[in-house]
C-alpha cells in the first residue's frame, strides 16, 4: 500500500532531522572556534522546523 510505504519515508526522515537537529546543538554549544564559518545556526533551526512542519502535514494526509 502506497500510505504504508509513504509513512515508512517520512518516520525515516523524521529520524534524520531529528539527527540533524542534535547535529546543530551540538555545534551551538561548540566553541566559536569550532562551529562552521558560515554557518547561520539560526537558519539552520529556521529549516529543520519547517521540514517538521512539512512532516506533520504530509502524516496528516496520509492518516497517521
Do not use: F, Y
Amino acid at each position: 500500500m502506497a500510505s504504508d510505504r509513504m509513512m515508512k519515508a517520512i518516520a525515516t526522515l523524521e529520524r534524520a532531522i531529528g539527527r540533524l537537529e542534535q547535529d546543530v546543538d551540538g555545534l551551538l554549544s561548540a566553541a566559536p572556534s569550532d562551529i562552521s564559518p558560515g554557518m547561520d545556526a539560526s537558519a539552520a533551526r529556521a529549516a529543520l522546523q519547517s521540514l517538521d512542519s512539512l512532516i506533520t502535514e504530509l502524516k496528516g494526509q496520509a492518516g497517521g
